[in-house]
C-alpha cells in the first residue's frame, strides 16, 4: 500500500505551544504516594521525593503538571496540606473512596516540581468550595510576602512565591460523579465569580474553564456555550477531557479513536468561536485538552479497591503496544490543531492510567505509551505544517473513511530540523510513504525511530520493563524534493530529517 503526503515550509498550522507536552498528576491511587514521594525508598531525596522517577519524567521533557485533581479536587481543602506534616488531618476523600494523608500538599508539590523542571497548572476546588478558597490559594502561592496567606507561606518554608501561572477552575463539573456536580449555568456563575477575584489578586494569571468530561456528554456542546456564555471575558481556555478503551477488542477501531478526538477539538473550536460572534469579542478562547489517555484495562480490577485504603493500587492500566499506537495518533491529532490548542496534560504521569510506573521500594519504569510521547515531546516543538495527505481507507464499527495513516509534520527552526511523525494503522501490510518536502532543499533523513512488534497485545513489565521499546531502523531515503519511506504495519514512526 502506498501513501501521499505533501509538507510546504509555507503552509503552516501554527506553532506548537509547548504546554502541550504537559501532563497531570492527582491525589490518587499511588500517583503521589509510592509513586513521585516514597521517603523510605533508596532513591529517595531530602524531601522524599523518588529521584529515579524525577530523571524519568525529566526524560519526558514535561513541561506543565496539572495537579492536585481531578475528581479529587471537588472535595479538596488545600489548607489540609500545609504547615508542619504531623499536624496535617487524615481526610475521607469521596472522590476515591480511599484515605487521604495530606503528605504532600501545595508547598511539596511545588518543590517536586521545581526538580522535576516543570511548571504547575494548579486546580481549585469548585466543588464543594468556592471564591474564597479558590482567592486565597492563589495569594498563598503567588503573593510575594506581607499579607496573611503569603506570610504563611513564608512561615512555612518557602520564602519565594511559587508563581503559578495557568489555574483550572474545578473539574468535570458537568459529570453527575463530580462531589459538587453543577448545572452549566450554576458553574458558569460560579466560575465567572471566582475567576474575577482570582485575577484581581494576580492579574498575570491564566484559567481555564471547564468543558465536558467527554463529547458524549449529553449536555455537549450546550455546556461549552453556556458556560463560555457567562465566562467569556474572564478566562482564557476551556477544557476538553476524553479517554478511550478497546474493550471489544476491535484493534482498527481502536486506532481510529482519533477520529474522535479530532471531531470534539473542532467542535469545541466552533462553540467557543460561536459565543465570540454573539459577543461580538475580539478575543479568542483557547483550548485545554487537561485530561487524555488510554483508559480501560483497569476497570474491572478498580471494583475491588479497599474502601478507605491509603494509596491502593487504583486506576493502573498496563499499556500494550495498541495503545502505544492509539496514543502516537491523539498526540498527532493535538498537534494538528497547535492553532488552538495551547495546553494539554497526558492523564496522568506517575502509577496511575500512566507512562511511568514504579514499585515500592524497587524500581521505576517505562510502559509503551512512554515512547510516543517522549519522542513528542522532544521532537515535536516548533512549526506544525499543513498536512496534506492522501492514503487508503477503511472503514471499521463506528468510523468510516478512516485512512490507514495518522501523521504530521513539524519544523524546528532553531535545529534546521523537519520531524514527521506518523501512525500506520494497517493490520497487515507496511505502507510506503512519499512525501514530498516544499522548501526542504538538501534535507537527508537523520534518524527513523519506530516502535512496532509481532504482538499487539505485548506491554511492559516490572520484570520485562524493555518488552517493548523503540528502535532506529536505516530506512528512507531523500530525491530530489520527495522523501521515500516504508512504515511497517501496526507502527509508531519518527523521521528526522535536517
Ligand atoms: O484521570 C482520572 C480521572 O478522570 C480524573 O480524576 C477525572 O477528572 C477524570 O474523570
Same mark, same amino acid.
Request: proline share 2%; hydrophobic share 35%; with cysteine.
Given at each position: 500500500?502506498?501513501?501521499? &503526503?505533501?509538507?510546504?515550509?509555507?503552509?503552516?498550522?501554527?506553532?506548537?505551544?509547548k504546554r502541550i507536552f504537559g501532563s497531570f498528576i492527582e491525589h490518587l491511587g499511588r500517583a503521589v504516594y509510592e509513586g513521585i514521594y516514597e521517603p523510605d525508598h533508596p532513591q529517595a531525596d531530602d524531601k522524599g521525593f523518588r529521584k529515579d522517577v524525577i530523571e524519568l519524567v525529566k526524560e519526558l521533557n514535561v513541561p506543565i503538571v496539572r495537579y492536585p485533581g481531578g475528581n479529587f479536587v471537588s472535595g479538596y481543602n488545600w489548607e489540609d496540606g500545609i504547615g508542619p506534616k504531623e499536624k496535617r488531618p487524615k481526610r475521607l476523600e469521596l472522590a476515591w473512596g480511599v484515605i487521604e494523608p495530606n503528605e504532600v500538599g501545595v508547598d511539596e508539590f511545588a518543590e517536586w516540581a521545581k526538580r522535576a523542571d516543570t511548571d504547575i497548572?494548579?486546580?481549585?476546588?469548585?466543588?464543594?468550595?468556592?471564591?474564597?478558597?479558590?482567592?486565597?490559594l492563589v495569594e498563598y502561592c503567588n503573593h510575594p510576602s506581607g499579607t496573611y496567606w503569603s506570610d504563611l507561606r513564608i512561615s512555612n518554608g518557602a520564602a519565594q512565591p511559587h508563581n503559578i501561572k495557568v489555574w483550572c477552575l474545578g473539574n468535570e463539573m458537568d459529570g453527575p460523579w463530580q462531589i459538587g456536580h453543577k448545572t452549566a449555568d450554576e458553574y458558569g456563575r460560579l466560575a465567572c465569580e471566582t475567576a474575577k477575584v482570582m485575577k484581581w489578586v494576580d492579574p498575570t494569571i491564566e484559567l481555564v474553564a471547564c468543558g465536558s468530561s467527554g463529547s458524549g456528554m449529553p449536555t455537549f456542546p450546550q455546556w461549552e456555550a453556556t458556560v463560555l456564555d457567562?465566562?467569556?471575558?474572564?478566562?482564557?481556555?476551556?477544557?476538553l477531557h476524553t479517554y478511550y478503551g478497546n474493550r471489544d477488542n476491535d484493534t482498527p477501531n481502536f486506532l481510529a479513536r482519533s477520529l474522535d478526538m479530532d471531531k470534539f477539538i473542532s467542535t469545541v473550536i466552533s462553540t467557543c468561536d460561536y459565543v465570540k460572534a454573539k459577543k461580538r469579542s475580539n478575543k479568542t478562547i483557547n483550548l485545554s485538552f487537561d485530561e487524555w489517555n488510554v483508559w480501560y484495562h483497569s476497570h474491572d480490577s478498580d471494583q475491588h479497591v479497599e474502601r478507605w485504603s491509603t494509596a491502593p493500587?487504583?486506576?493502573?492500566?498496563?499499556?500494550?503496544?495498541?495503545?502505544?499506537?492509539?496514543?502516537?495518533? &491523539?498526540?498527532?491529532?493535538l498537534l494538528k490543531h497547535a492553532d488552538r490548542v495551547k495546553i494539554a496534560c497526558l492523564a496522568q504521569l506517575v502509577n496511575v492510567i500512566a507512562p511511568i510506573m514504579t514499585e515500592k521500594g524497587g524500581p521505576a519504569w517505562k510502559q509503551t505509551i512512554y515512547y510516543p510521547f517522549m519522542h513528542a515531546s522532544n521532537y515535536g516543538r516548533g512549526t506544525v505544517l499543513m498536512p496534506v495527505v492522501d492514503a487508503p481507507k477503511y472503514d471499521s464499527k463506528d468510523f468510516t473513511d478512516v485512512p490507514i495513516i495518522e501523521s504530521v509534520?513539524?519544523?524546528?527552526?532553531?535545529?534546521?530540523?523537519?520531524?514527521?511523525?506518523?501512525?500506520?494503522?494497517?493490520? *497487515?501490510?507496511?505502507?510506503?510513504?512519499?512525501?514530498?518536502?516544499?522548501?526542504? *532543499?538538501?534535507?537527508?533523513?537523520? *534518524?527513523?525511530?519506530?516502535?512496532?512488534?509481532?504482538?499487539?497485545?505485548?506491554?511492559?513489565?516490572? *520484570?520485562?520493563?524493555?518488552?517493548?521499546?523503540?528502535?532506529?531502523?536505516?530506512?528512507?531515503?531523500?530525491?530530489?524534493?520527495?522523501?521515500?519511506? &516504508?512504515?511497517?504495519?501496526?507502527?509508531?514512526n519518527v523521521i528526522r530529517l535536517g
Open positions: 500500500k502506498k501513501a501521499r &503526503m505533501l509538507v510546504d515550509k509555507k503552509y503552516k498550522v501554527g506553532n506548537v505551544d497548572m494548579m486546580a481549585v476546588n469548585l466543588g464543594t468550595r468556592g471564591m474564597d478558597a479558590a482567592r486565597y457567562h465566562t467569556y471575558e474572564h478566562v482564557d481556555y476551556i477544557s493500587h487504583q486506576v493502573e492500566d498496563s499499556y500494550n503496544l495498541e495503545d502505544a499506537l492509539v496514543v502516537g495518533c &491523539m498526540l498527532i491529532t509534520a513539524i519544523e524546528n527552526e532553531e535545529k534546521n530540523e523537519l520531524t514527521i511523525f506518523a501512525v500506520n494503522r494497517d493490520m *497487515e501490510d507496511a505502507l510506503e510513504l512519499e512525501c514530498v518536502l516544499g522548501g526542504y *532543499e538538501g534535507y537527508k533523513v537523520k *534518524e527513523h525511530i519506530i516502535l512496532n512488534g509481532d504482538d499487539i497485545k505485548a506491554g511492559n513489565s516490572v *520484570e520485562r520493563p524493555d518488552n517493548v521499546i523503540p528502535r532506529k531502523i536505516q530506512d528512507g531515503r531523500v530525491d530530489g524534493e520527495t522523501l521515500s519511506v &516504508m512504515l511497517p504495519r501496526l507502527s509508531w
